[in-house]
């Protein structure tokens, strides 16, 4: 077991999902919109509804748009701009992941980015498991300054991805955090504290009928046509607490 008192994260889409995250006692949110596209930047707004209405760490993701995460000059200047709201909102880290056409890391963009967020933590996202040499990368990252890393250890689903984990925590050195993220739950998150994973990622999601009583059929508005527009997700309460209980039996935290 490594020396880090693991940490849980929520990926929160809303104010509902972070509210009932600090209510549940997890350590910090990763704030994004967009959940089919993987998440994406959220509104100053949102992260500003955040900050009032909590006391929970925000992590937000800078991200322009879903799809590769290789980016053009305007998506650049786009991530620039909204990295500077971010901050003035009060944000208390941030997540970003850039590559390059070849699949290494966008080290130029990255060190960018970690000089421009000044003291705020940054986390680089799942992009390392789509980069050429995912294992090599966490040595890279670990020299530019990132606090975290969040993977999936290269598989679709976290859990198929242990090996691959195992590894990026032995090449971490303690230096950096490996953070284990997607499909990640109430069931499974003890195998990755197991082999040494710092923190563990996950969206504990569920989904209600929203507020419509009137529900026009037949209607998607992004083209999901597999999710209903009538819908809502959001973080589960007590799922979060279910784990936060079971790290203190586990004696990480009294």
Not at 61 to 74: E, T, V
Not at 137 to 150: A, D, M, N, P
Not at 165 to 182: F, H, R
């Amino acid at each position: 077991m490594n020396s880090y008192l693991p940490k849980l994260e929520v990926c929160a889409y809303s104010l509902f999902s972070c509210v009932a995250a600090d209510r549940a006692g997890a350590h910090r949110v990763e704030l994004c919109t967009s959940p089919w596209d993987g998440g994406t930047t959220p509104s100053t707004g949102l992260v500003k509804a955040v900050k009032a209405s909590t006391s929970i760490e925000v992590h937000a993701m800078l991200r322009p748009r879903g799809g590769d995460f290789c980016y053009d000059s305007m998506e650049k200047d786009t991530i620039r701009y909204e990295l500077e709201a971010l901050i003035e909102a009060g944000v208390n880290g941030l997540v970003i992941g850039a590559l390059l056409p070849n699949g290494d890391l966008d080290v130029a963009f990255l060190e960018e980015i970690k000089k421009n967020a000044g003291n705020l933590p940054v986390t680089c996202h799942r992009a390392i498991d789509v980069a050429r040499d995912t294992i090599g990368s966490v040595e890279i990252l670990k020299e530019i300054g990132f606090t975290r890393i969040l993977t999936s250890g290269q598989k679709n689903k976290a859990i198929d991805g242990l090996e691959t984990l195992a590894q990026m925590v032995e090449k971490s050195t303690n230096e950096i955090e490996i953070m284990a993220g997607s499909g990640v739950n109430e069931h499974n998150f003890q195998q990755f504290l197991a082999i040494g994973c710092h923190a563990i990622h996950l969206s504990a999601r569920k989904s209600k009928r929203g507020l419509m009583e009137f529900q026009k059929p037949d209607i998607s508005m992004g083209g999901l046509e597999s999710v209903s527009e009538f819908d809502v997700f959001y973080a589960d309460q007590k799922v979060i607490a279910e784990i936060m209980e079971k790290l203190k039996i586990m004696n990480f935290y009294n």
